[in-house]
């Protein structure tokens, strides 16, 4: 049996045993010699060519960027771990893998040269002298040293070069760190040494360019700390901070002191920034970020600075339109409008504007009340409340009639554009006579009919509307005592007038008759057709007209009627028996027709093109609008009005309040 090499002490001490074994016993001595023979042979093997399976590396530390003179590793607990490739290289075409060596190849091999009492001496020193820093002084005794007198006496020992392979790689690291500080001589000095030890010749080639970059950056970064402790960080020209930084970031792409430097620039002009912000100077917070972003563009300091001036742009405008919500809720519009526009300068997408904006329209065209709301205004001192309105939109529409259309009169022309610009609120529905009643009672108020003695009546035997002896308003069409629920009719303009002055003394608005353009635009409600329904008679029941189908108690007919219609009554009917229409009001049509405020004239020649009543001082007639359940297709036209003296009593005339906002 060939013993291998390593193994003749072991062999030797078998043959030589005091007592010979039998056949049997030394067969078996001779099987168990063998195997511990392989057994001692796979350990050397591994021991040989992959000591890292036997050999534990104490875990590395991260070198710090100090570095004391000399060639001392940068801290007294050094590290010769190297930072892992982040890139793996792609293996070439057909190539094998690689596995490491195979146990084949290392039986070829052989075993390691036995190790001597002098190799594991220095070994000893020179691990106690890497354990302690001292790896390249003293002199002679420092671990570089005491490794290449391993080498020396055992070539290719695996422990001393995978020494100064991790001795190398840890200089190679501190080279890197002290170019990153910009310390040239400590970087100087690594270089050397790592270059007299193991490395690839491409890491050398790389760290000498960095250190000659150095040369050249060292200065401008010197400049650039003066130019910052000058206070010169930015500016025309070549002479400040920043232009330095940006010219060495040009020689050395993500130098860490230049972007130290750039941020150090980059935050006078961020806290400048949030300054000027909490200084509500938001104009100027913008500019400044916007130099800022130019220094370090996309930095998360610059995001984190314009989140924050955001915010507080954010939170300075919302609380600039709770205060103007404040203003507007104490009836101040304009103080609500400045600040407002105050707000929305600081955060041009400021939340909640729009339903402010509507708000405050609302508060200037319907004293923050809604179209379409209907208002019950409480008497002040006693119970009890007005006739209820409703808030009419404002908007524009064509007044008076064209002289095609049928029925048209020369009082009705020429046409104009009217504006309502100004928001106002009108009456649901016609005066009750319950309404009128109460303002009778508690003022004694006596009407143009009682001190005259007489008004007007329908006759159901002649057909006809005729005067009749002590009729008022108490009374209904026929002259019989009235139902609280109907119109109230045979009050003049001058009645009217008296029950307004009252409502607003009542209840500290101001109560007055519509206007003429403000009925007719109510009336039409956005229509500009014959009718406010449209140019046809009508396919439904809308309101109290003449109709081809009603009939009077003694069953008359009308001679001129909506052919194919009937609404069930003959006279007036009780207020808001028919649908309103779009604009929340019942009867503007028919029913009873209404006093308005204006003068009459006979046309439009010189109207206003607002709102406003038409008045001249000392008119005796004024406008009588709507039509009633008396009166013939035609003059229930949305643009159809006559005149009446201010004293006229009428079975077919009525009225209904209107109010300012």
Known sequence: MQVPRGL??????????????????????????????????????????????????????EPVATSPPGLHPPTGTWSAVRPASTTVPAPEPDAEPDVGTSFADAVRMGPPVATTKEVKALLKRARAAEEKGALFEPKDANAVALYRQVLVAAPNNVDAEAALERIGGAVHDWALAAIERGDVPAAQR???????????????????????????????????????????????????????????????????????????????????????????????????????????????????????????????????????????????????????????????????IDDFNLRLRNARLYASLAPGEVIRDRFLDVAGSAPPLVVVPTGEFVMGSPADESGHQDSEEPQRRVRIAVGFALGQGEVTVGQFREFVAATKYATDAEKLGSATVYEESTGRIADRRGMSWRNDYRGERAGDNLPVINVSWNDAKAYLGWLSARTGKHYRLPTEAEFEYAERAGSAARYSWGDGDPDRVIGNFTGEGDRSPSKRSWTSAFPRYSDGYWGPAPTRSFAANRYGLFDMEGNVSEWVEDCWHDNYTRAPRDSTAWVNPGCERRVVRGGSWGSDPDQVRSAFRIAARTDTRSARVGFRVARDL
Request: glycine content about 8%.
């Open 8 to 61: 003749h002490r072991v062999a030797a001490s078998i043959d030589n045993r005091p007592t010979m074994p039998g056949t049997e016993v030394a067969r078996k001595q001779h099987t168990l010699g063998g195997a511990a023979g392989i057994a001692l042979l796979a350990f050397a093997l591994v021991w040989r060519f992959f000591p890292g399976v036997l050999h534990v590396e104490p875990q590395p530390q």
């Open 190 to 352: 690594y270089v050397a040494a790592y270059a007299d030890l193991p490395h690839p010749e491409e890491e050398l080639t790389a760290l000498r360019s960095r250190i000659r970059t150095l040369h050249q950056i060292v200065p401008l970064l010197a400049d650039a700390a003066s130019q910052v402790k000058a206070g010169k960080l930015t500016g025309e020209g070549n002479d400040n901070a920043l232009a330095t930084y940006r010219e060495v970031m040009k020689l050395d792409p993500g130098n860490r002191l230049a972007d130290a430097g750039l941020a150090t620039i980059e935050r006078e002009f961020l806290d400048r920034a949030l300054a000027q912000a909490a200084q509500d100077d938001f104009g100027g917070a913008d500019a400044t970020l916007g130099v800022a972003s130019a220094i370090r563009p996309g930095s998360q300091a610059l995001l984190e600075t314009r989140s924050r001036v955001d915010g507080i742009r954010r939170q300075r405008a919302e609380t600039v339109l709770a205060q103007a919500r404040s203003a507007l809720d104490s009836g101040n519009a304009d103080l609500a409008e400045q600040l407002a526009k105050k707000a929305l300068a600081i955060s041009p997408d400021l939340a909640g």
